[in-house]
């Protein structure tokens, strides 16, 4: 248990100096190969676009999954080489450090009121149309953005590492990556990326709902706690993703701030479910507050890990 905080905390340490490589991050070249992929197996045909997702999403991932288990499984007999590249892998597998820098390119134009800035900035986060958000828009498409991607690039990463290890975080961060990539309902992507998208709600089923406990214990004040745990239990189930809808109503809770509602996608105003609670508009103050929030959760998740070592340590 200590060998697994020690490489947690320093692959969020690498993370914090470097950030994400800006050059040959592996998750780029493995993109290049899920797309040539997709273009050979998609055929857009109906009967067959379940099976072709399914076959995809099992070439993409399960050999790369097996290299990592073979090199976690070889690398035991050589604990100080196994804990460096443990730490390395896990570092390519977190992105809290880009997420948090991604939201402050948000909220610094929009505190600034240039608008044109802030939209720029949040299409690079998500994938709703922005040109015409208005300064609530952005703010709230930010602050989902980081609850939501909190759980998705820095909890569950962390989760499955500290399950499965580098097998577990590299199946999950490959198949979050296909998700992405696959798992919009478009035309295209309807029946190919089902497989990809039900795989990767199966992987995110416990560590989402880790990540909302989280985010409702960070609240600032016991009103916060309850109010994330309160939104949490009475919104959470009506959100369009099983496992974003706990999280984000829960962040939604613990920031005080309305979330969700219409939203314009692809050309088309899209109708989502509220979240939080109402007539609380969101603000550019509320991507910072959702930034700390993430760092609070992350505090909270390594201070378990440490009373979870320390109670093992005394057995």
């Known amino acids: 248990m200590l060998t697994l ?3 947690v905390i320093g692959a969020l340490l690498l993370d914090q100096w ?3 490589p800006r ?4 998750l780029v070249a493995f993109g290049h190969a899920a797309h040539w992929l997709e273009a050979r197996l998609n055929r857009a045909d109906p009967k067959r676009g379940r099976r072709a997702g399914l076959l995809a999403l099992a070439l993409a991932v399960l050999p790369l999954t097996a290299l990592a288990a073979g090199l976690d499984y070889g690398l035991r007999a050589w604990p100080l080489v196994h804990g460096v590249v443990s730490v390395l892998i896990l570092w390519l ?9 991604h939201a402050a390119r948000v909220a610094r134009p929009l505190q600034q009121g240039d608008l044109t800035a802030a939209r720029a900035a949040v299409a690079m986060l998500v994938s709703r149309d922005t040109a015409e ?3 609530a828009g952005v703010a ?12 998705d690039a820095l909890f569950s990463a962390l989760f499955w590492y500290l399950v499965a290890g580098l097998p577990g975080v590299v199946l999950y961060r490959l198949a979050n990556t296909l998700d992405a990539m696959w ?10 990326g089902w497989a990809a998208a039900r795989f990767d709600d199966l992987l995110n089923l416990v560590p989402a709902r880790l990540t909302a406990l989280g985010y409702a214990l960070a609240g600032s004040t ?9 939104c949490w239990r009475s919104q959470g189930s009506v959100w369009k993703s099983p496992n974003a809808g706990p999280v984000m109503a829960a962040g939604a809770g613990a920031l005080n701030v309305s979330l969700g509602g219409g939203a314009p996608y692809h050309g088309q105003w899209q109708e989502r479910p509220r979240l939080g609670p109402a007539d609380c508009p969101a603000e550019a103050t509320h991507i910072e507050q959702a930034c700390r929030l993430v760092d609070r959760t992350l505090l909270i998740w390594l201070a378990a890990l440490g009373i979870l070592w320390a109670i093992l340590t005394l057995i």
Do not use: C, M, Q, W
Request: no cysteine; net charge positive; aromatic share 4%.
């Open 93 to 101: 597998a977190i992105g809290r450090r880009s997420l948090l820098l």
């Open 5 to 7: 905080l020690l490489i």
């Open 222 to 230: 016991p009103s916060a706690v309850r109010r994330a745990l309160h």
């Open 23 to 26: 050059r040959a991050h592996p």
């Open 133 to 135: 958000l208005d300064s």
């Open 140 to 151: 709230r498409a930010t602050t989902e953005s980081v609850l939501e991607n909190g759980a």
């Open 18 to 20: 470097l950030g994400e």
């Open 183 to 192: 798992g919009y309902r478009t035309p295209r992507h309807d029946r190919f």
